[in-house]
C-alpha cells in the first residue's frame, strides 16, 4: 500500500454565482496517514471541501496542497454517498473498472480486483452483479473499487448514511480496520456524531453560520477499537461532548 498523503488547506474560499459561500477561509493541516472526520450542520461545505480536495470543484480562492503538490504521487480514491456500481458489470467488473481505464493488463486487473474484494469479504460474490447484493453489500464493492489501485488518500462523502444501523456499524469496523492495516489518509464526511468518533483520529467541525472551522479535536478514544469501544465511558463522554458542540453549532 502507498504511503499516506499529507494535506493542507490555505485560506480556501468557495463562493457560488447565486452569491452563496459555504466555505469562508478555511485552513487546516492533516498528517500523512491520518483519519479525519468532516462533521457539520447540513450547508456547511463539508461535500463540497472534500471534492476540492479531489479537484472535483475548484476553489473560488485559497490554496489546496496535496502532498508535495506532484501529480504522478497522488493516488487518490473517492467513495460517493451511492456506490454507483455499473448495472452490467459484475462484481469483479466492477472492480477491475479503475484498473482497466489505466491500461492495466487483464491478469493484473483480476489478480488486484480479487485481492480487494478479499479484503472487504466479498472474494465468494464476484461473479454476482448489482441488483443480487444488498446495499452493504454494494458499497463494500465501492469500496473495493476504491482500493484496488491501492490509494494513499481515500475520500469518502457519507458512504454509509443509506444503510441500516447494524450494517453501517460493521462497515464502520471494517474501514477502520483496513485503514490500520494501511498508510493511507483518509478523509471522512459524515452527519453521524458516533461515527465519527468511532472512525476517526481526528475531528474537524464546520460551522454553516461562519462558514469556517468551529471545532478542531484530537480523538482521545485507543488505537485498537472494537464494538466494544461503543460499551466505554470515554466513548460516551466523547459523543457527549461532540453533541454539545454540534449543538452549538446550529444555535
Known amino acids: 500500500m502507498a504511503t499516506g498523503l499529507s494535506v493542507q488547506i490555505s485560506e480556501v474560499v468557495k463562493r457560488y454565482d447565486s452569491g452563496l459561500s459555504p466555505l469562508k477561509g478555511v485552513s487546516f ?25 479531489a479537484h472535483l470543484r475548484e476553489p473560488t480562492s485559497g490554496k489546496l ?23 452490467w458489470r459484475t462484481v469483479l467488473g466492477n472492480v477491475t473498472l479503475p484498473l482497466e481505464i489505466l491500461g492495466a493488463s487483464k491478469v493484473e486487473q483480476e489478480l488486484k480486483a480479487r485481492k480487494a474484494l478479499e479484503r472487504v469479504g466479498l472474494i465468494d460474490f464476484e461473479q454476482y452483479y448489482p441488483a443480487h447484493l ?8 465501492s469500496l473495493a473499487r476504491s482500493l484496488v489501485n491501492e490509494p494513499n488518500l481515500l475520500l469518502l462523502d457519507e458512504p454509509f448514511a443509506a444503510l441500516d444501523e447494524v450494517t453501517r456499524l460493521k462497515l464502520d469496523r471494517d474501514l477502520r480496520d483496513l485503514w490500520q492495516e494501511s498508510q493511507m489518509t483518509v478523509i471522512f464526511v459524515t452527519h453521524s456524531i458516533s461515527e465519527a ?23 482521545p478514544l485507543p488505537s485498537h477499537r472494537t464494538q466494544e469501544t461503543r460499551a466505554l465511558p470515554a466513548f460516551a463522554q466523547l459523543t457527549q461532548d461532540l453533541f454539545l458542540k454540534f449543538q452549538d453549532l446550529e444555535a
Do not use: H, W
Open 29 to 53: 493541516q492533516l498528517e500523512a496517514g491520518k483519519f479525519l472526520a468532516l462533521i457539520g450542520p447540513s450547508g456547511c461545505g463539508k461535500s463540497t471541501l472534500l471534492k476540492m480536495i
Open 65 to 87: 496542497l496535496i502532498g508535495r503538490g506532484e501529480p504522478e504521487e497522488r493516488r487518490l480514491a473517492y467513495v460517493f454517498q451511492d456506490a454507483q456500481l455499473l448495472p
Open 134 to 141: 444488498s446495499g452493504g453489500m454494494r458499497m463494500r464493492v
Open 197 to 219: 468518533a468511532f472512525l476517526s483520529d481526528r475531528i474537524i467541525l464546520l460551522s454553516k453560520k461562519t462558514g469556517n472551522i468551529q471545532y478542531d479535536l484530537i480523538n
